[in-house]
């Protein structure tokens, strides 16, 4: 089995999913192949000659081997300017090169303007004309370099964002018509939020063998004759990071991805995806978990653990506070109470802990709670003010535009950035989509699909008048104009955003 994890996403660390299934797949006997072609085809595109160069693109081909390694010393995270003139250089570069008719690639993105991930009928007019993908030259030789050594069995593609699935879709075309004997999996994240839509029906039929929702481990050891155990059964995921070419991420050394839970502990908010899909909460044994991430980074020494939960549960965070894993770490967690305690979030610092990301959203309580996201402002700010004095980083998320909110509303959330601007990070501005199968779709007036079959979100007519125009306005002109908002957001890693952020924490700089 080869698996393959598909241009285009941040190429600074390896991908969660194909580590667990790698890890799996060998945990009960089998082997596997792993392909990151995201970082391959990446690497391959800076290092190809450009054919119209300018001054800036000259630059940028000139100093390559410098800003590749800038980034992977810490040193560079010393000068905010220093990185983003290496990042910038790099994007250049890797944008230049990649260039096609209607294409765009970015270090974080694939745009396409002729088609559209969120259609399956674009989906599987790029699997029929594969050559169009600006990486056709260097997936199509890298396939028929590895299957021609033996074809595989199976060819397993995880997709977790929307800008892998063209390209994911033109390899597939291309592994069909050249390897007709070997047989596509498609899996992973966005491939469950495609399943979880209530109408779903699959168009991939004369193209994909199997899709798979949800975690893929059993699946794929049942598909390799082998026994998979019950979920429960299986303590721990063992991961496999070596099958990953470690040293070539864009990163100060490796960042280590590592889960303790599926689904979200809280699962309550309305906007969230992970509620209207109904994905299932399961968590490892807090204290045999953390004893498990010790020997992990003992074997593997990363410079950073990422944990990839979609809230990092506080008896988890409790635990880690107890025994560190031995490296620093990060991660997403609800903004709970233990956050506003000054002596947890001291023993947080103490265990590793550089930065937490938090989905605040907004500074209107009436707004929180009619998204039912479970915070308290008064305790946000307790826990902004106990982190920063802790010496952890934070990553605030905030989402405009929600059915609760109005112009006003979003005031406060001005107001409570401005407020405390000296103790916030980096922030993330998103403005709301409506999932199809949300709940809160019944009291609104909803029109029908927009984007494509595949698109998870309605469009909706604000009950308050705060359309997505409005709501950008508000963003461009007046949030991110005020001074203290810009401070934070100029300091926002470019395209690798959270990825690097850890690392321009006081630990690292
Ligand atoms: S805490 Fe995060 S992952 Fe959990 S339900 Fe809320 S938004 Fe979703």
Same mark, same amino acid.
């Given at each position: 089995?080869?698996?393959?994890?598909?241009?285009?996403?941040?190429?600074?660390?390896?991908?969660?999913?194909?580590?667990?299934?790698?890890?799996?797949?060998?945990?009960?006997?089998?082997?596997?192949?792993?392909?990151?072609? &995201?970082?391959?085809?990446?690497? +391959? !595109?800076?290092? /190809?000659?450009?054919?119209? =160069?300018?001054?800036? %693109? #000259?630059? *940028?081909?000139?100093?390559?081997?410098?800003?590749?390694?800038?980034?992977?010393?810490t040193k560079?995270y010393r000068?905010?300017?220093?990185?983003?003139?290496?990042?910038?250089?790099?994007?250049?570069?890797?944008?230049?090169?990649?260039?096609?008719?209607?294409?765009?690639?970015?270090?974080?993105?694939?745009?396409?303007?002729?088609?559209?991930?969120?259609?399956?009928?674009?989906?599987?007019?790029?699997?029929?004309?594969?050559?169009?993908?600006?990486?056709?030259?260097?997936?199509?030789?890298?396939?028929?370099?590895?299957? &021609?050594?033996?074809?595989?069995? +199976? !060819?397993?593609? /995880?997709?977790?964002?929307? =800008?892998?699935?063209? %390209? #994911?879709? *033109?390899?597939?075309?291309?592994?069909?018509?050249?390897?007709?004997?070997?047989?596509?999996?498609?899996?992973?994240?966005?491939?469950?939020?495609?399943?979880?839509?209530?109408?779903?029906?699959?168009?991939?039929?004369?193209?994909?063998?199997?899709?798979?929702?949800?975690?893929?481990?059993?699946?794929?050891?049942?598909?390799?004759?082998?026994?998979?155990?019950?979920?429960?059964?299986?303590?721990?995921?063992?991961?496999?990071?070596?099958?990953?070419?470690?040293?070539?991420?864009?990163a100060p050394g490796?960042i280590?991805?590592?889960?303790?839970?599926?689904?979200?502990?809280?699962?309550?908010?309305?906007?969230?995806?992970?509620?209207?899909?109904?994905?299932?909460?399961?968590?490892?044994?807090?204290?045999?978990?953390?004893?498990?991430?010790?020997?992990?980074v003992?074997?593997?020494?990363p410079a950073l653990v990422h944990?990839?939960?979609?809230?990092?549960?506080?008896?988890?965070?409790?635990?880690l506070?107890?025994?560190p894993p031995g490296a620093p770490w990060y991660g997403?967690?609800?903004?709970?109470?233990?956050?506003?305690?000054?002596?947890?979030c001291n023993?947080l610092k103490c265990s590793g802990c550089v930065m937490l990301?938090?989905?605040?959203?907004?500074?209107?309580?009436?707004?929180?709670?009619?998204?039912?996201?479970?915070?308290?402002?008064?305790?946000?700010?307790?826990?902004?003010?106990?982190l920063a004095h802790a010496g952890i980083g934070t990553y605030?998320?905030?989402?405009?535009?929600?059915?609760?909110?109005?112009?006003?509303?979003?005031?406060?959330?001005?107001?409570?950035?401005?407020?405390?601007?000296?103790?916030?990070g980096f922030?993330?501005?998103?403005?709301?989509?409506?999932?199809?199968?949300?709940?809160?779709?019944?009291?609104?007036?909803?029109?029908?699909?927009?984007?494509?079959?595949?698109?998870?979100?309605?469009?909706?007519?604000?009950?308050?008048?705060?359309?997505?125009?409005?709501?950008?306005?508000?963003?461009?002109?007046?949030?991110?104009?005020?001074?203290?908002?810009?401070?934070?957001?100029?300091?926002?890693?470019?395209?690798?955003?959270?990825?690097h952020a850890p690392f321009f924490t006081d630990t690292f700089c």
């Open positions: 089995m080869v698996l393959i994890n598909p241009p285009v996403t941040k190429p600074c660390e390896m991908p969660a999913g194909i580590t667990r299934l790698a890890g799996a797949l060998r945990q009960a006997g089998h082997t596997c192949r792993v392909i990151d072609m &995201n970082l391959e085809v990446m690497l +391959f !595109a800076l290092g /190809s000659p450009v054919a119209k =160069s300018d001054t800036w %693109t #000259a630059r *940028a081909e000139r100093d390559l081997r410098l800003n590749l390694a800038a980034l992977k010393n560079t000068s905010f300017d220093r990185y983003k003139r290496c990042v910038n250089d790099l994007n250049r570069l890797l944008s230049v090169g990649a260039q096609r008719d209607g294409v765009r690639v970015s270090l974080s993105d694939y745009e396409d303007t002729r088609r559209s991930p969120l259609r399956s009928d674009d989906l599987i007019a790029a699997a029929g004309r594969p050559e169009d993908n600006p990486f056709f030259g260097y997936f199509s030789a890298r396939f028929r370099e590895v299957f &021609n050594e033996g074809p595989p069995r +199976f !060819a397993g593609f /995880s997709l977790t964002y929307l =800008s892998q699935a063209l %390209t #994911a879709f *033109a390899m597939i075309g291309f592994v069909r018509r050249e390897f007709p004997g070997v047989r596509i999996i498609l899996g992973g994240g966005l491939v469950t939020s495609w399943m979880s839509a209530p109408k779903w029906h699959n168009p991939f039929g004369g193209l994909v063998d199997h899709l798979v929702k949800g975690p893929g481990e059993d699946f794929l050891i049942g598909l390799s004759g082998g026994v998979s155990s019950d979920a429960p059964g299986r303590a721990f995921p063992a991961c496999a990071y070596d099958v990953f070419p470690v040293s070539d991420y864009l490796m280590m991805p590592f889960s303790t839970s599926t689904g979200c502990y809280y699962g309550k908010c309305s906007f969230c995806p992970e509620r209207a899909e109904g994905n299932v909460y399961s968590q490892l044994a807090p204290v045999k978990t953390t004893a498990q991430l010790s020997r992990l003992a074997r593997e020494g944990i990839v939960d979609n809230a990092v549960s506080p008896a988890m965070l409790g635990a506070a107890k025994e997403f967690a609800r903004v709970t109470g233990e956050l506003a305690d000054q002596g947890f023993d990301k938090l989905g605040v959203e907004s500074g209107d309580q009436q707004v929180l709670d009619g998204m039912r996201k479970g915070i308290e402002l008064a305790v946000v700010s307790k826990a902004l003010k106990a605030v998320y905030l989402l405009f535009g929600t059915p609760w909110e109005d112009e006003d509303a979003a005031r406060k959330t001005l107001d409570l950035v401005a407020g405390h601007h000296d103790l916030i922030l993330n501005l998103a403005v709301f989509n409506l999932p199809h199968n949300s709940p809160d779709a019944a009291g609104l007036e909803v029109r029908p699909f927009y984007g494509g079959d595949l698109s998870f979100y309605a469009d909706f007519v604000h009950p308050r008048g705060w359309d997505r125009k409005k709501v950008r306005r508000f963003i461009d002109r007046e949030f991110t104009r005020h001074q203290a908002v810009r401070a934070i957001i100029k300091r926002q890693p470019p395209y690798f955003t959270s990825n």
